[in-house]
């Protein structure tokens, strides 16, 4: 049996009156990349933040590499890293300036940090945006610089929390090799995405999360081959609005949604097909009407 990177069993986080998380397991073996697959609200974020010790949960239990969460803090923070969601470096601080002071706080010596920020400009393809200031980066730029500065000791488990979402296909695909090349060098990868399409991809199990509580778990083909497929394709009359479509479907529930590579299109999965009438018609009342669409049937 392969060693696990993470054990929670019955993870709770309640805020007022709003369970987040309800009851989450995960088992997440060493050395493999693990899809946390949910819409905005789902509780990926907040399971994310308890397992990195940034929030306390109200109830249940978990590991980190056989370390518990509530007992041995420090133990689990030493073998793990985050990337959220939004960059966590100095935007008037340079690419190499950034990551060369991250080395000096994880206690490398100064030129100890200097080469490790220019060993992972290099292997980020980074080195022409080296003296740039980071506020002038592009999207997948700053994702990238990113992720770099979480791995500036390499970690034995890294959250990555969205880590593509808003990005083009060229930056989302430079970022899906990065994550590969970490796991080929053995680091473990837990990763919460919106998008179908990045874990079929990247993960080799996944766990779909909604409402706080999973309600599938397995391998990408292994998910498939437990549901029938309904998936509605989508062509917007305005490119420019795709983003509040993909927030009013996302809102509909029981649907899963994710950008499709025109500008204009995206795409809804979902078991039940009388669902997408429904979507249709929400886009239509919050005027965002669709140019094409068409319905797929797989069982």
């Known amino acids: 049996m392969n060693e696990k990177a993470i054990e929670a069993k019955g993870l709770v986080k309640v805020f007022g009156d709003h369970?987040?998380?309800?009851?989450?397991?995960?088992?997440?073996?060493?050395?493999?990349?693990?899809?946390?697959l949910g819409?905005?609200?789902?509780?990926?974020?907040?399971?994310i933040r308890m397992?990195?010790?940034?929030?306390?949960?109200?109830?249940?239990?978990?590991?980190?590499?056989?370390?518990?969460?509530?007992?041995?803090?420090?133990?689990?923070?030493?073998?793990?890293s985050l990337t959220g969601q939004y960059a966590s470096i100095d935007e008037d601080l340079t690419g190499i300036e950034n990551l060369t002071m991250i080395g000096r706080l994880m206690g490398y010596k100064r030129k100890q940090a200097k080469a490790r920020a220019e060993e992972l400009l290099h292997a980020f393809n980074l080195e022409e945006a080296a003296t740039k200031q980071v506020?002038?980066?592009s999207g997948g730029m700053r994702r990238r610089i990113d992720i770099a500065a979480s791995i500036v000791v390499?970690?034995?488990?890294?959250?990555l929390d969205e880590p593509t979402t808003g990005l083009d296909p060229r930056?989302?695909?430079?970022?899906?090799?990065?994550?590969?090349?970490?796991?080929?060098?053995?680091?473990?990868?837990?990763?919460?995405?919106?998008?179908?399409?990045?874990?079929?991809?990247?993960a080799d199990r996944i766990a779909v999360i909604n409402h706080g509580k999973i309600i599938a778990e397995g391998t990408s083909s292994e998910l498939k081959a437990s549901v029938g497929t309904n998936t509605l394709h989508i062509t917007l009359q305005d490119e420019s609005v795709r983003e509040k479509a993909l927030r009013v479907l996302e809102e509909s529930g029981n649907i899963a949604i994710h950008p499709?590579?025109?500008a204009a299109s995206l795409t809804a999965q979902m078991t039940d097909p009388t669902l997408a009438a429904a979507a249709l018609g929400k886009l239509l009342m919050n005027r965002l009407p669709s140019a094409h669409f068409r319905l797929a049937s797989r069982a």
């Open 260 to 262: 499709a590579k025109d």
């Open 171 to 202: 930056s989302r695909n430079q970022v899906w090799d990065i994550v590969r090349t970490l796991v080929n060098a053995g680091t473990t990868v837990l990763l919460t995405t919106q998008y179908l399409e990045e874990a079929d991809q990247l």
């Open 19 to 36: 369970r987040a998380v309800d009851g989450v397991d995960l088992s997440v073996e060493k050395g493999t990349v693990y899809g946390f």
């Open 154 to 159: 390499t970690p034995e488990l890294l959250f």
């Open 51 to 80: 397992l990195a010790t940034l929030l306390k949960p109200d109830g249940g239990e978990a590991k980190i590499f056989g370390h518990d969460l509530a007992k041995e803090t420090d133990a689990v923070r030493s073998r793990i």
């Open 39 to 47: 819409p905005n609200g789902a509780g990926k974020t907040t399971t």
């Open 135 to 137: 506020k002038n980066y």
